[in-house]
């Protein structure tokens, strides 16, 4: 039976109880053979990582708790030379604190950037999926316990199977078969303000279209004169703004490396 996260990014509201919830069951506490005690300060084995997209007045900020992935196919066991690392039966994956030597090996391979070093012990430490309470009867991890929005679900893979389908992984590329699912990754956005420079007012319900490649996305200005175009592909763009009485406003090739705020856009009026 294989133990599985699965993390709800538009459940996340960036209240950071996991993160803290973490630091409480490992700062000072020695859970040996599962982990020494984890630095009070420098190291988040859970660690909310908030991004935010585009510029004001056009803002999002998403959240993202990310911890050890708990690989299927674990890069970091194999890179171990003491054989500190492995992968118990569970799916988790845990650094013996007594037989790690602090040569790093594993932070070298760790695409995922969730392996911190000790200095004071001389050894790497990471997420343990708070195994030690799994194995005296608890059922969850502490991040999971105290979710107020039930963002982060825990269980066996079989069991979640529903929440895991759609989910995707940090770097699938990798082919290390990460046991922490993502669901509603949030993707860029294209955004803007349509107004009437005569008038000195914004333009409601004016015909706002996106086009890439073969995909037509449509959507109208609201009361405020805003549209969106939320959760993009990174891409090519071209934006086409056509207010009925007005000139036809035109954005073309617009990447969606980052989020785009086009900010206030004037129509002009077409001639009588």
């Not at 709800?8 to 109880?17: M, N, Q, R, T, V």
Request: proline share 6%; aromatic share 10%.
């Amino acid at each position: 039976m294989r133990k599985v996260f699965v993390i709800d990014l538009a459940k996340c509201s960036g209240c950071y109880c996991c993160q803290m919830a973490c630091k409480d069951e490992h700062v000072d506490n020695d859970w040996t053979p599962y982990a020494k005690p984890q630095p009070e300060i420098g190291q988040f084995w859970l660690k909310v990582q908030e991004k935010t997209c585009g510029t004001t007045p056009k803002v999002k900020v998403n959240y993202t708790p990310t911890l050890c992935n708990h690989c299927q196919k674990p890069v970091c066991v194999e890179a171990c030379p003491h054989e500190a690392i492995f992968k118990r039966e569970d799916g988790l994956v845990l650094i013996n604190p007594e037989k790690c030597q602090g040569c790093k090996k594993c932070h070298e391979v760790c695409p995922y950037g969730v392996i911190y070093f000790n200095e004071e012990l001389n050894i790497s430490q990471k997420c343990t999926g708070c195994a030690h309470l799994l194995d005296n009867g608890y059922k969850l991890p502490r991040c999971v316990e105290v979710c107020p929005t039930d963002a982060i679900l825990f269980g066996e893979y079989e069991d979640l199977q529903d929440e895991v389908l759609g989910a995707e992984m940090l770097k699938p590329e990798e082919g290390l078969r990460p046991s922490v699912y993502y669901r509603n990754v949030p993707g860029q956005f294209i955004a803007g303000t349509v107004y009437d420079p005569i008038e000195e007012e914004v333009l409601i319900g004016v015909r706002v279209r996106a086009v890439s490649g073969g995909k037509h996305l449509e959507t109208f200005t609201d009361v405020y004169g805003d549209f969106w175009f939320k959760d993009l592909a990174i891409g090519k763009w071209d934006v086409f703004i056509e207010g009925k009485g007005y000139k036809m406003k035109a954005f073309y090739n617009l990447r969606t490396t980052e989020c785009l705020n086009l900010g206030d856009i004037p129509l002009e009026k077409e001639e009588a």
